[in-house]
């Protein structure tokens, strides 16, 4: 049996003891509930393990990206420490500090060969959007229909009088802008001098890892706006804050029961969405909501979610892929519980999602600024920003705030 039929017949197991107590209209038995747990604990380790098979689809994508255009460069083989070298992506490996301005003449160090490191978040979302790469314009114009024409009328062969011209009709425009990236590694000569893995090779990988996870960690929260203690620097727009310029407050669908989600929920956020926008929409959750999501049922008593059996492909509710993203908010309650206010979910179709690039990821080897330290740093650095572009495309789930109670 495959890892993804074990995981289907764990949840149907698990599904088979939540219905049992439901019918019964009772509370786990500690039986139950230890078993459920040790159902689940499973289920999670098999996904794990599943994902961690496809997970590098994302940096192999973000590696396809093309740059806009390509810097000349003067630098001949000796004059460098490290030979500046073109690579897939728009990534470059290129150093500092060259031979003329003081830079050591000795052979490239490497790493170890086989590198232990813990499972980097997956980005789920951030493949799904639609990219674009920007030319040389300092800011990029997104043109939007901002109202629709009016309907058109019935008339007369010959009419009483002249034929009205629409009035409605109206465009607006959103701007997307270049906002600085970056990330630094800084790692120590020991190492680099007593390894075999190539340095280019694992500063590329961690580097786009990491800014492949800011890229997703935006798409999904962004604000927008400067954040705190940033200098005043922008960010994306992500699809769980409520803006009049990416998925406003009338996108969103409120819960119909306090502090809890209900499959009336998932259903109204379905039918929220036109069947054009739906027929390419996913759901977007955390792994704390989708628990519960699991076990939500129809009138007919069938469940909403359905495993999906083939590896890659993602499970399904109502019919439509699941994103579970840990980078997706969880209730803002202690412990992650739901609280009044809270956005939980997304559904919508991502091609509606544009994300700008003005140049293509750079690594930049410094040699010699940590020599002082006994290190070598690594800068990371790309231009890019984002926003959703169409709020009709998006339905968004808000938790609805626990009843007060009355009198003083």
């Given at each position: 049996?495959g890892?993804k ?7 149907a ?8 107590v439901?019918?019964e209209?009772r509370?786990?038995?500690?039986e ?5 747990d ?5 289920v999670?380790k098999l996904?794990?393990?599943i ?8 940096l192999?994508e973000?590696a396809?990206?093309?740059?806009p255009e ?5 630098r001949s083989k000796?004059?460098?420490f490290?030979?500046v070298?073109?690579?897939?992506g728009?990534?470059e490996l290129?150093t ?6 003081g830079?050591?003449?000795?052979a ?6 086989d ?5 980097e ?8 959007v639609?990219?674009i ?6 800011s990029?114009?997104?043109?939007y229909e ?8 019935w008339?007369?062969e010959?009419?009483?009088n002249?034929?009205g ?6 465009f607006?425009?959103?701007?997307l802008?270049?906002?600085d990236?970056t990330k630094?590694?800084?790692v120590s000569?020991?190492l680099l001098?007593?390894?075999?893995f ?12 990491k800014?492949?996870?800011?890229f997703?960690?935006a798409i ?10 940033s200098?005043?620097v ?7 804050v409520?803006s009049?310029d990416?998925?406003?407050t ?5 819960t119909?029961?306090?502090l ?5 929920d998932i259903?109204n ?5 036109r ?10 959750m955390?792994t704390?909501i989708?628990?519960d ?7 007919n008593d069938?469940?909403?979610w359905h495993e ?21 908010p ?5 412990n992650?519980a ?9 559904l919508?179709d ?5 994300f ?5 990821m750079?690594?930049t ?5 940590f ?5 070598i740093?690594?800068?990371g650095h ?5 926003m ?12 609805k705030?626990a ?6």
């Amino acid at each position: 049996m495959g890892k993804k039929e074990k995981r289907s017949a764990l949840i149907a197991e698990m599904e088979a003891i939540s219905k049992k107590v439901a019918d019964e209209k009772r509370a786990f038995t500690d039986e139950e509930r230890k078993a459920f747990d040790e159902k689940e604990a499973e289920v999670r380790k098999l996904t794990a393990e599943i994902e961690d098979e496809t997970r590098n689809k994302t940096l192999e994508e973000f590696a396809g990206l093309e740059r806009p255009e390509s810097e000349p460069e003067a630098r001949s083989k000796d004059e460098s420490f490290f030979k500046v070298e073109k690579r897939a992506g728009g990534v470059e490996l290129r150093t500092a500090m060259t031979q003329a301005d003081g830079g050591a003449a000795i052979a490239p160090e490497q790493f170890v060969h086989d590198i232990i490191k813990a499972v980097e978040k997956e980005a789920l979302v951030y493949p799904r959007v639609k990219k674009i790469v920007v030319n040389g314009a300092g800011s990029l114009g997104l043109p939007y229909e901002a109202a629709d024409a009016s309907s058109a009328a019935w008339t007369a062969e010959v009419p009483a009088n002249a034929i009205g011209a629409d009035s409605t009709w109206a465009f607006g425009k959103r701007s997307l802008s270049p906002t600085d990236l970056t990330k630094l590694i800084k790692v120590s000569k020991k190492l680099l001098a007593t390894s075999a893995f190539p340095i280019d090779t694992l500063a590329k990988e961690k580097i786009a890892e990491k800014l492949t996870a800011a890229f997703e960690n935006a798409i999904i929260n962004g604000t927008g706006v400067a954040a705190a203690n940033s200098g005043n620097v922008n960010q994306p727009l992500g699809l769980f804050v409520a803006s009049n310029d990416g998925v406003s407050t009338a996108r969103d669908v409120e819960t119909k029961e306090s502090l809890a989600i209900s499959a009336d929920d998932i259903i109204n956020m379905y039918m929220s969405l036109r069947p054009g926008y739906r027929r390419k929409a996913v759901w977007i959750m955390n792994t704390a909501i989708l628990k519960d999501v699991m076990l939500l049922k129809d009138k007919n008593d069938q469940y909403l979610w359905h495993e999906s059996l083939r590896v890659g492909e993602p499970s399904t509710l109502m019919g439509l892929p699941v994103l579970e993203s840990e980078y997706a908010p969880v209730g803002s309650g202690s412990n992650g519980a739901l609280a009044g206010g809270d956005y939980v979910m997304v559904l919508g179709d991502l091609s509606h999602y544009q994300f700008a690039y003005w140049k293509g990821m750079d690594i930049t080897v410094a040699n010699e600024v940590f020599a002082g330290t006994n290190q070598i740093g690594f800068y990371g650095h790309t231009l890019a920003d984002g926003m959703p572009t169409l709020a009709e495309a998006f339905s968004r789930l808000k938790i609805k705030a626990a009843a007060q109670n009355g009198g003083n």
